[in-house]
């Protein structure tokens, strides 16, 4: 094992680094567009108690796991559970992040081609056609080479910043971009607001819309409300190994949530004002950042600026969350294995970079590993939309409702709040309201897991 473990610098800049894990691509077009179609504020409401009752327990369970053992997931559980199956939660953590980190290193690239395109001028003829924004957009991610000459400048980025440390990397960029992401979004919602007609799209996201909501919409405010905090992959159980006994875990938990709740509602602010005041269709979904927005951006005054300010935000969303997936696996080889921060960097990195690539030629540049099992397979069609699925629907949940579990069964309540109590000062902790967010947790999640699975039996 490595004895020599790295600390965060400051409690502001584990806050700024967990938050820039939470905050990624999802939050600035994932929240927006499940909100507008399913109740606007009305999903809002459900998505706020979810997340607080759900998100918030599991992100503080992860971090006093880490912080108590100080050791990444798999160290962690054996440590917890000596001799005992619970290193397998572990493993599946180290194992989720690299499943998501392949694809989004794919669309990281993507981001980085948008900002050029936007700082170039690539984007002026598509003014007001979204069909030649969808034909751009086709013909670039179904070619060969591009996209992955962009995905190498995307994870070399990420594994330079790992490499120089937890204080010197992590936190020094992450203290960077989250401020830079939070200033351009406040930005892009007062110009979206100041547009004429701009204030439709105030209405379409939060004006309550009760009649609009369905049980297939709260499971999916409960299972964004999990997703989007990085719970299940180890991520906040790394980054809490390497605080001190002093932080006030629970403190620093709410306050990420509240930055990634407010990052998400600032992004839906920006997007659907702007759509509206511009004609657009709201209704896009993931389209809504690659073949709408462009061809909107390009109708304002100074378009040419607003676009490339939005990629710019996008694509420092993605990055501070690339980093935090990708410490994961590098902390695994440093704690088990004792390798150098260089040597497991380079060495998963590099790995992911390659089966990312395999993600990246299956939607057209020739290569589709998984393309003999059919559009009928549930996991997808193409390798990319497989490694997303089991990533997002079942891994991320099974590692988060576990974790849960872990503590329920395992550690402990007594144990568990021993530690969680450390750093908190002024006030006790409900054990009986600790237990019992816990266990809704769990709940929450296998309903989720089993509505997913469902439809297959």
Known sequence: MNNQRERWGSKLGFILAAAGSAVGIGNIWKYPHMAGQNGGSAFTI?????????????VIAEFAIGRKTQLSPVGAFEKLAPGSYWKYVGFLGVASAFVILSFYGVVGGWILKYIIESLSGGFSSLAGNPDASSAMFG???????????YQL???????????????????????????????????????????????????????????????????????HSFFTVS??????????????KKQNLLNSALWIIVIDTLIALLAGIAIFTTVFALGANPAEGPGLIFVVLPSVFTQLAGGTIWAAMFFILLFMAALTSAISILE????????QKNWSRKKATLLFGSIVTVIGMFCSLSLGGGINITGFLGESFFLGETFFDVMDNLSSKYMLPIGGMMTAIFVLVKWKIPGYLE?????????????????????F????????????LAPFF
């Open 46 to 58: 459900i998505y706020l108690i979810c997340i607080f009752l759900v998100g918030l327990s599991i």
């Open 139 to 149: 013909a670039f991610v179904e070619s060969t080479w591009s996209p992955l000459i």
């Open 153 to 223: 400048f995307f994870m070399g980025l990420c594994m330079w910043v790992i490499i120089n440390g937890v204080k010197g990397g992590i936190e020094k960029w992450s203290s960077v971009m989250m401020p830079l992401i939070i200033i351009l979004l406040a930005v892009l919602a007062v110009r979206g607001v100041t547009l004429e007609g701009g204030m439709k799209g105030i209405s379409f996201l939060f004006n309550p819309r009760f009649e609009d909501l369905t049980p297939s919409s709260i499971v999916l405010a409960l299972g």
């Open 231 to 244: 719970l299940g992959m180890g991520t906040m159980i790394t980054y809490g190994s390497y605080l001190e």
């Open 328 to 335: 994961v696996q590098t902390a695994y080889l440093i704690d």
């Open 419 to 439: 530690e969680l109590s450390t750093g908190v000062d002024g006030y006790a902790i409900n054990a009986g309201l600790i237990k019992g967010t816990l266990i």
């Open 441 to 452: 947790a769990a709940s929450v999640v296998a309903f989720i897991i089993i509505n997913e």
